[in-house]
């Protein structure tokens, strides 16, 4: 078992209190070397310390926990991000593939962090997404100009959406095919992706494609049809999908 430093930043005590009894419960590799309030004790902390992984409130008075990464930049920590719900927060920590939990914490959840970030550390992997969530929380409310993140074997990998032609399913993994003939794969679910890119160009319009609207160059006709796009690939559409693709594109070419 590898064992993770970790420090806890959280300006209410009831919470550090929790997240301190359900890590000693549930994740006994990982050792509490800290606590801390407020960013500016959090920053002299982590100098001081030097942790494998800092669990940190987004929203506190003052100085953000967002504020604090910037002023640690490059970090050289692991990061799981604790934070009260907010859609748009929520929003540009999924497009960033981020390590989050929301309040009140879920056990599981939890488990599933630290594992995460324990795979990471026992890799070599210390990953640094910082500049793709700032930009994303820039982006908040306007998910067609963030980036999205993907998980790779290698590391991940950070796209403009214009930049994605259209997703595959294919079993529960994601193929993701980009312009100039590049993919990339993922193990996540299509399902996924469909939820996290509503509001944008995407369009699931079969059980195995989520397209990109703004790629579609012909649509033929037939019981769903077939769309042609950008880089040549012919889709099928399901016929109970047809009459949503055909109103979805109306809208999306009438802006």
Known sequence: ??????ILIDDEPDGIRTLEKMLTRHCPQVEIAGTCSNATTAKQMIEQVKPDVVFLDIQMPGKSGLDLLTEL?????EVIFVTAYNEY??????????????KPVDEDRLIEAVDRVQNRLADGKKEDRDSVLMHNLVSAGNPSEMRLCLPTLKGF?????EEIIFCEAERSYTVFHLDK???????????EYDNLLKDTSFLRVHKSFLINLLHVREYQRGEGGIVVMSNGAELEVSRRKKEVFLAKVKEVFKS
């Open 1 to 6: 078992m590898i064992y993770m430093k970790a």
């Open 73 to 77: 930049s490059p970090k050289d920590f």
């Open 89 to 102: 927060m929520l929003q540009a920590l999924q497009y960033s593939a981020a390590d989050y939990l929301l």
């Open 157 to 161: 990998i950070i796209l403009k959406l």
């Open 181 to 191: 003939g590049k993919t990339v794969t993922v193990s996540k679910p299509l399902l």
